[in-house]
């Protein structure tokens, strides 16, 4: 028979493997782990396929899954008896990337250090080809479940760039992977070694993992198998009974993620609604909690039978960086995926877990604050999402959330129960500004009155916060008010002589009005101690932040013609000489071109750009050259 043909790998996963084989030193052990998780995969298929196929049915023996070590061949071949793979998908499932995420992986990993590449392969997932840390070829044989012996095919590769795929004969169904080990890793063919190894990462794999072992018997020898790993479910363990350690393997083992977790959540639901449940809080950000579609992707299983490790039913999307398996007994097995995804319990589950889940934030964030402030860093903007989203839960979320304040130092934060608790007599609302920066906003002239008055103003910068304030609308029964926007409702006690400045500045807020493109209205600002103007939006507009935005995505067409208010401060001598001017004479030419630069200066104060930047240069030209030495 004729050498069969070398096939290319695709030039990215070339990359990938050059990466993998060449630069991963460190927990190579890793391997064994994902082949067996692999092989658990398979068999967890093949299982659940033969729940609703007959024809299945009768591949479906004992499940197990055996590690061969073979000492002189140099061999370590990991056995599953599960779906197993035809000719096509074994060239597509370890011949390609199926997922679309390759090149992303390809370009972090180049900038990324040797510690966190392993942690970003992990994550994306390319555990077959850990393979190749340890090997310098690799065989797989395999055949799929419902087809003839002859049917099985045979895939070989040393890693190199090329694979060579031929036909094959296989008595059961299922995949054996074949390792041929590097000389300086021949040490993962002794039986201690993958004994600690299974233990250490697959112990609560719920299929047997066996190996070959001598054993003594009636004073002879004989080879039995050993089961290495102990098969416990350990959500379905009770939470005293399962040690730390085990909590932050399984973690490991469901998420790929290399660090512990931040939080582990594990609980039974008993009464008219039973369930087993064990989540996990990531202790950093994940990649891709902002690509994609975003949904929550728990494990669902049912009595111990996986179903899905996909299941987005199980909690919103808004608690999509909680990771974990939930364990319901009263959901139907005998029927598709689809199906179980659409059992109404689902529902109910996922109402039980969104409570536990904001009941243990919140206790975070009362016993260990440091480590609530670090997680809400990386994830508040998630859960902002369920602030405007989940009606039903809005007070235990409004109470999550961290804000930056005038209040608090830069860096530090405060929750809305602190403000509320910190308002003095007589405030009746919460202030906000939004902005680029918290540095930037401290200049800010709309806080010019709130400091002399000594009211805190939350600093809100991440975009979100537009919307998180607006879906909340109130909080403890006080409105939002963003300080650049409408009219400050309070008066301070001492400003009697507003009224005679209404009066004075009467006619020249009257002949301004209608006089400035872009401002519908000019009027005098409670709001202003220092700055002789400021822009504000009427109560209903958009924010300068919102606008801002919308630019910087390339939206302007979004925009609603903006209509600002152009606020002046009767105190500034700035607007008290252009009062002058313009009461000795209306049509001075003076008056027209001093408040456009007084606009154009609330325009530079708020950060937004001058439409004219050449006009307004020449004015204020002009008015250097008036001061001359
Ligand atoms: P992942 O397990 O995350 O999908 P892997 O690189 O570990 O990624 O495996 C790639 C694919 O190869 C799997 O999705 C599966 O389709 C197939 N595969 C790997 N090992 C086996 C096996 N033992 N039996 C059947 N299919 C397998
Ligand atoms: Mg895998």
Redesign the pocket.
């Known amino acids: 028979m004729a050498a069969p043909r070398k096939i290319a790998f695709k030039t990215e996963l070339k990359q990938l493997m050059d990466i993998i084989i060449h630069s991963l030193y460190t927990n190579r052990e890793v391997f064994l782990r994902?082949l067996i998780?692999?092989?658990s995969?398979?068999i967890d298929v093949l299982r659940f396929d033969s729940l609703t196929d007959k024809k299945l049915r009768q591949e479906s023996s004992q499940w197990k899954i055996k590690l061969v070590p073979h000492e002189e061949a140099g061999t370590l071949t990991v056995s599953?008896n599960?779906?197993?793979?035809n000719r096509e998908?074994i060239a597509r499932?370890?011949g390609t990337i199926?997922r679309s995420g390759t090149r992303e992986l390809l370009d972090k990993l180049k900038d990324a250090g040797a510690g966190r590449q392993l942690e970003l392969i992990g994550q994306f997932?390319?555990?077959?080809?850990s393979s190749f840390m340890v090997a310098d070829k690799v065989t797989v044989v395999?055949r799929k479940a419902g087809e003839k012996p002859a049917d099985a095919v045979k895939w070989v590769s040393d890693g190199q760039g090329k694979y060579t795929v031929e036909p094959a004969e296989k008595q059961t169904c299922?995949?054996d992977?074949v390792l041929h080990l590097r000389s300086e890793d021949k040490d993962y063919l002794q039986s201690w070694r993958i004994r600690q190894i299974v233990r250490k990462f697959s112990d609560f794999i719920e299929h047997p993992v066996v190996m070959d072992v001598e054993a003594e018997k009636d004073g002879g020898k004989r080879v039995e198998e050993e089961m290495l790993n102990s098969r416990q479910a350990i959500w379905l363990r009770s939470k005293s009974e399962v040690a730390g350690e085990e909590y932050r393997e399984f973690y490991k083992h469901i998420t790929r993620d290399v660090e512990d977790p931040a939080r582990v959540v594990h609980y039974a639901a008993e009464g008219t609604l039973n369930f087993k449940a064990l989540l996990f809080l990531p202790a950093h950000k994940p990649f891709e909690l902002f690509s994609g579609q975003p949904r929550s992707r728990l494990q669902l299983y049912i009595n111990r039978v996986f179903i899905t490790d996909d299941c987005d039913k199980l909690l919103p999307a808004y608690l999509r960086f909680v990771r974990g398996v939930v364990d319901c007994a009263d959901l139907p097995l005998n029927v598709s995926r689809e199906m179980v995804q659409q059992n109404p319990l689902l529902e109910k589950i996922q109402r039980n877990l969104v409570k536990k889940v904001l009941a243990d934030l919140e206790e975070m964030k009362s016993k260990e604050y440091g480590a609530y402030r670090k997680f809400f860093s990386d994830f508040g903007t998630v859960l902002k999402e369920g602030a405007y989203a989940d009606f039903s839960n809005r007070e235990s979320l409004a109470d999550l959330l961290l804000f930056e304040s005038t209040g608090a130092e830069p860096g530090d934060y405060v929750t809305l129960a602190k403000y509320v608790e910190n308002m003095p007599e007589g405030q009746e609302e919460i202030y906000y500004l939004f902005g680029e920066s918290r540095p930037e906003m401290e200049k800010s002239p709309y806080l010019e009155v709130f400091r002399q008055r000594g009211r805190e103003v939350l600093l809100l910068t991440d975009p979100i916060d537009e919307w998180t304030v607006q879906g909340l609308a109130a909080y403890k029964g006080k409105k939002f008010k963003a300080v650049d926007r409408g009219e400050l409702e309070e008066k301070e006690p001492s400003q009697s002589s507003r009224k005679d400045e209404k009066e004075k500045f009467a006619g020249l807020l009257e002949y301004l009005s209608g006089q400035l493109e872009d401002v519908e209205e000019v009027r005098l600002s409670a709001r202003l101690t220092e700055s002789a103007a400021c822009l504000v939006s009427p109560e209903d507009g958009m924010g300068a932040q919102m606008e801002r935005l919308l630019k910087r995505i390339g939206r302007q067409d979004d925009l609603p013609e903006s209509r600002r208010i152009l606020e002046l401060n009767p105190e500034h001598p700035a607007v008290v000489n252009l009062q002058e001017i313009h009461r000795k004479d209306p049509d001075d030419p003076r008056v027209i071109d001093h408040a456009r630069l007084l606009y154009d200066l609330a325009v530079v104060a708020e950060g937004s750009k001058v439409k004219d930047p050449a006009a307004f240069a020449r004015r204020i030209n002009e008015l250097l050259l008036k001061d001359r030495a």
């Open positions: 994902e998780s692999n092989a995969d398979a599953d599960g779906i197993g793979m998908e499932n370890l199926a997932g390319v555990g077959f080809y395999s299922g995949t992977v």
